[in-house]
């Protein structure tokens, strides 16, 4: 079985809502809006598990997290980290905290607007893990923007079109 999972921390409404011939225990509020969101921004990035920085910020020492884009999802206006919750701590590999070092070196490369080296950066990584579906991403991306870079005023934020 295999499902993407969408994960964000925050306040919400949580409790029996409803009318007495209809009533269900549901959670509701843009913490959970936001969680649903990613759960099918999973698919665009070719990802399992992505997470919020709300989530990251007080769970870095027991799991490593891959930074991703700022983006803004559908229904919600502020832009938001994303990241990948990649593997526990204590079992990811010593190539793996290297690979993931090497993505976050070119994703700066990238955020900086040289597309060049990020390009680079991102076809290496794409050649090591064929079916990394961030460093595809990203390296299509660069391929892009060396052609029509993004006007003057891009802030880096992209926005979700899709649920």
């Keep these: 079985l295999l499902t993407r999972i969408g994960i964000n921390t925050g306040d919400m409404v949580a409790g029996n809502m409803g ?5 269900n225990y549901t959670i509701m509020g843009n913490t959970v809006n936001l969680a649903a969101r990613l759960e099918g921004v999973n698919k665009m990035y070719g990802t399992w598990i992505l997470t919020t920085e709300f989530t990251a910020k007080g769970n870095k020492d027991r799991f490593v997290f891959r930074r991703l884009d700022r983006v803004r999802v559908i229904g919600i206006q502020t832009p938001v980290q994303l990241l990948e919750l990649v593997d526990e701590r204590s079992l990811i590999s010593p190539e793996k905290t290297k690979f993931l070092t090497d993505f976050n070196q070119a994703l700066d490369y990238f955020e ?3 597309w060049k080296n990020a390009g680079k950066g991102f076809k ?3 050649e090591l893990d064929p079916i990394d579906g961030p460093s595809k991403i990203y390296l299509k991306r660069c391929l892009e923007y060396l052609s029509k870079p993004p006007k003057d005023d891009w802030d880096g934020v992209f926005n979700m079109t899709q649920k």
Excluded: A, G
Aim: hydrophobic fraction near 20%; charged fraction near 55%; aromatic fraction near 0%.
């Design 19 to 23: 009318t007495e011939r209809k009533m």
């Design 112 to 114: 900086n607007r040289d």
């Design 124 to 126: 290496e990584l794409s």
